[in-house]
């Protein structure tokens, strides 16, 4: 059974905090993503991947930063958390475009 | 930004109501899929769209790929509680990118 991890479900931190949110694939896809999702906004990308160490900026990059050091791990980073940044964010892996996208349950994180 | 609106936003009905969830947009697109999210789950994959005017069904649901490959519809028939979810849609762009656009998704409730 294919799979998308992601490292929380249900994360709260501080204003200025820098946070983590780790996915791990298991299918050996080239491609992985990061969105985010607000009601009425739909799913909104930040940043994705087609390899190992490239990435590319999607249409809400600022305030985050991504690391792709392992084909099966993307990570998502907060350098300083702000309130703003409080959504559900999903991780999702495809080994093509046109093809399913696989994603992760989400983690909700909540900005104090 | 490709934008693709769903439409209604929010959709509550009686069980064994019929309903349709329309997708559009003004760019064309290679292909087309819908997903449909349940609480505290990831997206899944329904089904994909991908020559113009090309109809899917899939047990009650019946999906619809726009002639011109701008827009998409999924029809429920006699729906049931189990339907409730998040749908959304997403397009393969023509060109370019190497992502899908989602749409701003369509939450359904089924009462029993």
């Known amino acids: 059974d294919v799979k998308v991890t992601q490292s929380s479900r249900y994360l709260v931190k501080r204003t200025g905090e820098k946070v983590f949110l780790e996915c791990v694939q298991d299918m050996d896809h080239e491609n992985m993503f990061w969105y985010r999702q607000d009601p009425g906004l739909g799913l909104r990308l930040i940043y994705f991947?087609?390899?190992?160490?490239?990435?590319e900026k999607g249409d809400i990059p600022e305030g985050y930063s991504v690391s792709r050091e392992k084909k099966e791990r993307f990570s998502l980073i907060l350098e300083s958390a702000s309130t703003n940044q409080t959504s559900m964010y999903l991780c999702a892996s495809t080994i093509n475009l046109a093809y399913e996208q696989y994603f992760g349950p989400g983690t909700r994180l909540t900005v104090t | 930004t490709q934008l693709l609106e769903q439409s209604p936003q929010f959709l509550s009905i009686q069980e064994g109501e019929n309903l349709t969830v329309y997708c559009n947009s003004s760019?064309?697109?290679?292909?087309l899929q819908w997903y449909r999210q349940e609480p505290g789950e990831g997206p899944v994959l329904l089904v994909t769209v991908v020559t113009g005017g090309e109809v899917k069904k899939l047990k009650r649901l019946t999906f619809q790929f726009g002639d011109a490959r701008k827009d998409s519809s999924l029809h429920i028939t006699a729906a049931q509680p189990g339907d409730t979810g998040l749908y959304l849609c997403a397009g393969e762009p023509q060109t370019g990118a190497n992502n899908l656009f989602f749409g701003t998704g369509t939450r359904l409730t089924v009462i029993p």
């Open positions: 991947s087609y390899d190992v160490k490239m990435k």
């Open positions: 760019s064309v697109f290679s292909s």
